[in-house]
């Protein structure tokens, strides 16, 4: 009896095949390393997960666009996170940092999981971290493998969903679907973003809860429901319990938005806003970091002179620019009551001085109000805009450069977009300037060390760059961008 070849062909064995060997090139893998299959088979699930999730929508044709963002900002992640893994990439703190505190938790969650015990009791403050990152890296070590590659595959995930967040929000504000597309690429190739994503930091549950909490708060301004709000309120937990003061940003963003142009009457407006104001003083509680309306305690231990002056100016100061009254007055002990737990827990004070040759000290000036404010705009410049080139003190710092010199124009055209644009779209401009404003101001006030400020200011760039398409289409409109092109043609 003859076999018709053709069956070989028909779909059900195209499957069989393409699976045989799918699962082939797998055992090869984990024959090469365990980690390296254990890695390629979450990617692979990671991958099929936001496919899946992406195509529940009707709209099939924005679908196959937005499957096309994840697909490419997944890849160019995964890249990043295995670079960063074998090739041992961390040239900036000689491979210390949070990650490895949060590597060492997330081993001994598994380790439990394994035996049986699910209780997180004394975790994860008992190893001095303050928010459940570590935990949630902690269970996927123990249905893979312990190693922290595993966590940085989970944050290219999350770093492929908010690329994807930024093209949704940019749709959101009326941007076209080639502004939003060519937008959230830019965005998907921020150095940042990739760097410190493929060091398992929790700064990637940052970044994503804040692109969600943008787009959400946006849909919520246009067109309330309780529902939109809920899951705003949602984004705003997870935002909360991982970095507050970044979320103390979205939410001071979105009050002034909806008391200054929400679709309701002002009686509507103002109770409306009461009451979810009120919900979100709770949130720090709820998120567990810390008890009272909106956490007034914290506020209290940061917002006072003697905070302020640590931070600035002894912190992070290189030591020969800190001032000796001022550190003396420091005592080890008292340190802990300015700085949270979790804040700096690879930082002990015998080996603290690894980060100083990315910090500067602008003091605060606070006995002279012109000082103050002056020292304090200087800070924010160099929040947004930092490190020039000219404070590079390192060859190993020049690493930043290919993120600070294509983000200086950028800034530009975005500023040119919001003075150009804001009188006609400033619905769509205000709630996204307001949050960059405060999420990037907050830490300015206290933070000098250019490593940490690239870390905390990811929230604030990426709602600037969703506003990139304003300054692109107010140049064009005012043929600027054709006159550059005629000047550089003649030179």
Excluded at 92 to 117: C, L, P, Q, T, W
Aim: with cysteine; hydrophobic share 50%; charged share 15%.
């Amino acid at each position: 009896m003859s076999i018709n070849p053709n069956i070989i062909f028909n779909i059900p064995n195209k499957y069989f095949l393409f699976s045989s060997i799918a699962i082939f090139l797998l055992a090869v893998l984990f024959f090469i390393g365990k980690t390296l299959g254990a890695g390629i088979l979450l990617s692979l699930f990671l991958c099929l997960t936001g496919i899946f999730l992406i195509n529940l929508q009707r709209d099939k044709k924005e679908a196959k666009l937005q499957t096309k963002i994840f697909l490419i900002a997944l890849a160019v992640h995964l890249a990043a996170a295995f670079f960063i893994y074998y090739a041992h990439f961390q040239p900036f703190s000689d491979g210390r940092g949070d990650y490895m505190d949060y590597h060492i938790m997330a081993k001994a969650i598994s380790e439990r999981v394994h035996v049986g015990n699910f209780s997180l009791k004394n975790f994860p403050l008992s190893f001095g971290v303050s928010h459940y990152y570590p935990v949630i890296i902690g269970y996927i070590y123990a249905f893979s493998v312990p190693e922290m590659l595993i966590g940085q595959i989970f944050n290219s995930f999350l770093l492929a969903m908010t690329v994807l967040l930024a093209y949704l929000v940019m749709r959101e504000i009326g941007r076209s679907e080639k502004e939003s597309f060519w937008v959230s690429m830019i965005i998907n190739l921020y150095p940042s973003m990739s760097f410190f994503g493929g060091l398992m930091l929790k700064d990637v549950m940052v970044v994503f809860f804040s692109a969600l909490g943008l787009l959400l708060m946006i849909k919520t301004l246009k067109s309330f429901s309780w529902k939109n709000f809920l899951l705003f309120y949602v984004s705003l937990f997870g935002l909360t319990h991982f970095r507050f003061y970044i979320s103390y940003a979205l939410i001071g963003a979105f009050v002034i938005s909806w008391l200054a142009f929400s679709a309701f009457g002002a009686k509507k407006r103002i109770i409306y806003g009461f009451l979810m104001v009120f919900l979100m003083g709770l949130l720090p509680q709820i998120s567990g970091v810390e008890e009272g309306f909106f956490a007034v305690n914290s506020i209290k231990r940061y917002l006072n002179a003697r905070t302020l002056t640590y931070y600035r100016e002894v912190a992070y100061a290189p030591k020969n620019q800190k001032d000796p009254g001022l550190e003396a007055q420091t005592k080890p002990e008292d340190r802990k009551q300015i700085i949270p737990a979790g804040q700096f827990s690879s930082d002990n004070d015998e080996n603290r001085n690894w980060g100083e040759d990315s910090s500067m000290v602008i003091k605060t000036g606070l006995g002279n109000p012109l000082l103050f404010i002056k020292n304090s705009f200087l800070s924010l410049c160099y929040a947004v805009l930092g490190p020039f080139p000219w404070q590079i003190k390192r060859l190993k710092h020049a690493f930043v450069l290919p993120e600070v010199i294509p983000w200086f124009f950028f800034f530009i055209i975005i500023c040119a977009g919001i003075i150009g644009k804001v009188r006609q779209k400033y619905k769509e401009i205000i709630p996204l300037l307001l949050f960059a404003i405060f999420a990037i101001g907050g830490f300015a006030l206290f933070i000098t060390n250019f490593g940490i400020m690239t870390r905390i200011r990811m929230p604030g760039i990426f709602a600037l760059l969703c506003l990139l398409p304003f300054g692109v289409e107010f140049l064009n409109e005012t043929n600027l961008i054709k006159k550059l092109k005629r000047n550089f043609k003649k030179a």
